[in-house]
């Protein structure tokens, strides 16, 4: 009858131990719950709207403050397409609707073409230089690690900065100035990884380069930045 007694003490124990060891679990989880609570942290913006083009950013720098990643909204109303352009950042993009095609040339001058369509996602790696066209409406989710940046989407657009380039600078950088000329020094700085760079030129000044034997430069060499 002792042995019995003992056991229904030590069963007590042991169930004290167990309704407490819960407690402790419920406390520390509530006080997780506090902690880490759920929160609204931004709302969408659209941060291109150009040529049936429009992109709403849903995270990152400019719609949640966020560094790490972003995600944006696509979709293009009609044909179209975007310049070359060389990232610094992984990209995944996922077609939702219609489809995309993403040409890329090597230094061989060998071009591909990646066709994206509805339901397929696509990985463009760090450093990758290609130009995204839009043959038919569509719809696709694009995912950056680390976040867009203007500075991290290098856009082969020329000496100018375009209405879209402006409106990156200014969400991104609260740069209100107009567009104004990129320095020489400023223009190679963007193109550094491009390999082979194409100039169409005037017949007669290319002939006259090569019946003097001397050496050929666009007419606006220096404004273009050396190019």
């Known amino acids: 009858s002792k042995q019995k007694s003992q056991t229904k003490a030590w069963r007590k124990v042991d169930n004290f131990c167990s309704f407490t ?16 609570s759920i929160k609204i942290v931004g709302q969408g913006i659209k941060v291109v709207e150009h040529d049936g083009l429009t992109i709403e950013e849903t995270i990152g720098n400019v719609a949640t403050k966020d560094d790490d990643l972003s995600l944006a909204l696509v979709s293009i109303e009609k044909p179209t397409s975007e310049p070359w ?40 790696p760090k450093g990758s230089r290609f130009q995204p066209v839009f043959p038919v409406p569509a719809k696709y989710i694009p995912v950056c690690l680390p976040a867009f940046k203007p500075e991290r989407c290098i856009r082969e657009e020329g000496t100018e900065l ?66």
């Not at 407690?23 to 719950?33: H, L």
């Not at 060998?110 to 463009?124: L, P």
């Open 162 to 227: 375009s209405d879209v380039s402006a409106r990156l600078q200014q969400l991104h950088h609260g740069d209100s100035t107009p567009s104004k000329p990129l320095s020489a020094d400023e223009v190679n700085e963007q193109f550094n990884d491009v390999k082979v760079l194409y100039h169409m030129c005037q017949t007669s000044l290319y002939e006259n380069a090569l019946s003097t034997k001397s050496a050929y430069f666009p007419p606006t060499f220096h404004q273009d930045g050396n190019f």
């Open 21 to 36: 060891k819960r407690q402790e679990i419920q406390i520390t989880v509530i006080a997780m719950s506090t902690n880490n």
């Open 85 to 124: 352009l060389t990232l610094h950042y992984d990209e995944w993009i996922y077609v939702t609707d219609g489809y995309i095609e993403l040409h890329q040339e090597d230094e061989r001058n060998t071009k591909s073409v990646t066709k994206v369509t509805t339901g397929q996602t696509v990985f463009v």
